[in-house]
């Protein structure tokens, strides 16, 4: 098959790129490099252009016969979402409309979008199956709802075919750390952390440590890339035209912000001093996915169960690359 990797220089996406080539797929990438990078792609396979640019789009699709898309090409940042919803929903609904409609137009018409565990809010219940009210708490959230909406509209009236993965916390790096999690400016829990054990930044900030947890801090799913790349390649491969499958991509199993931080410190065996700050808009207390309908239907189950493993991976690349792309 040829696929079409939207956002295929991103962390995401270049995982994802790398566990489709091993499945002996043929790969292009399209990315504006606004949060990708060039070095995560192969370069004869990157094609540079904006999602907001159709007849970019309408070049990539055509011409290559491509049979599928996969799309990572978003903003993801909860935090920035809330501060700055224009740009979420400009590129995130928008940018997608426009993607959807390239390929409807191209022929091409099967897609792997990329959700999210924030379509949840505030779930009721822990863990989280796929039939759990979709109620966002935050823009970010909402942008992924509104196209999740779309595909299932667009595959009973056009006949797309999709999966909808809606990811837990991504997080870790390649097994052999040539590429990893680097984004300006950085925002998740992992690298923050990782970064204050090289020295980079002076603490962690641990945002809300009343949260009813057991220990009062913010509990989430934390899912290993290569386990995210594995679960897009079997969902691929199960796509109907006219027909949608979604499912959530998690481990089962939570950490809190203190527990991420206890791993770490053993991990890295440096210092990680940590300073208590109030809650941080739009963060529900706890995130865990029931990965059952992952497991049962494509066969997955994580490579990377443990959160010690997960930061293992993560700061083997961090430690390598302690500028990221730019450490070469
Ligand atoms: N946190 C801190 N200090 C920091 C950074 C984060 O205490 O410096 C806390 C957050 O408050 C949160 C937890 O660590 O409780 C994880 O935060 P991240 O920013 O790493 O990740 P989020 O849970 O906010 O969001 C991530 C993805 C989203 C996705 C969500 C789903 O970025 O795209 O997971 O669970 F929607």
């Known amino acids: 098959m040829a696929i079409l990797v ?10 994802t790129v790398r566990e489709l080539e091993k499945a002996g797929q043929q790969v292009w990438v399209f990315d504006n490099l606004s949060q990708g990078h060039a ?3 192969r370069g004869d396979r990157l094609i540079r252009g904006d999602l ?18 996969m799309h990572f090409a978003a903003f993801a940042s909860v935090p920035e979402s809330v501060a700055d919803p224009a740009k979420y929903y400009r590129n995130n609904v928008v940018g997608t409309l426009n993607l959807l409609d390239a390929m409807l137009a191209a022929g091409v018409t099967r897609i792997v979008f990329s959700s999210t565990a924030a379509v949840y809010g505030v779930p009721d219940v822990v863990p989280i199956s796929e039939e759990s009210p979709t109620r966002p708490i935050n823009p970010y959230g909402f942008t992924k709802l509104a196209i ?13 075919g999709y999966a909808v993965l809606r990811y837990f916390n991504a997080c870790g790096a390649s097994s052999d750390a040539t590429i990893g999690e680097d984004h300006t400016p950085e925002t998740h829990l992992i ?4 970064q204050v054990a090289l020295g980079q930044r002076e603490s962690l900030s641990i945002f809300g440590t009343n949260y009813p947890t057991p220990d ?25 035209p006219g027909r949608g499958l979604t499912y959530n991509v998690g481990t089962g199993v939570g950490a809190s912000v203190r527990g991420v931080l206890d791993a770490a410190l053993q991990i890295t065996g440096r210092p990680i001093p940590a300073v208590e700050f109030p809650r941080r808009p739009g ?19 994580p ?3 443990k959160i010690a493993d997960v930061i293992a991976s993560a700061w083997k690349w961090h430690s390598t690359h302690p500028n990221g792309y730019r450490s070469r």
Request: charged letters at 25%; glycine letters at 8%; a negative charge.
């Open 6 to 15: 939207v956002g295929g220089a991103g962390y995401i996406g270049s995982h």
């Open 39 to 41: 070095e995560a792609a």
């Open 52 to 69: 907001l640019d159709r007849a970019a789009l309408d070049d990539a699709l055509r011409g290559r016969d491509i049979d599928a898309v």
């Open 148 to 160: 999740e909406r779309a595909l299932a509209d667009y595959a009973h009236a056009y006949g797309l």
């Open 191 to 194: 690298p923050i952390i990782l």
């Open 216 to 240: 009062g801090t913010c509990i989430r799913d934390y899912i290993h890339v290569e386990d995210l790349a594995d679960a897009h390649v079997r969902a691929l491969a199960k796509i109907e």
């Open 283 to 301: 963060d529900p207390p706890a995130l865990v996915a029931s990965s059952d309908a992952l497991q049962r239907d494509l066969g997955w189950s």
């Open 303 to 305: 490579r990377y169960p």
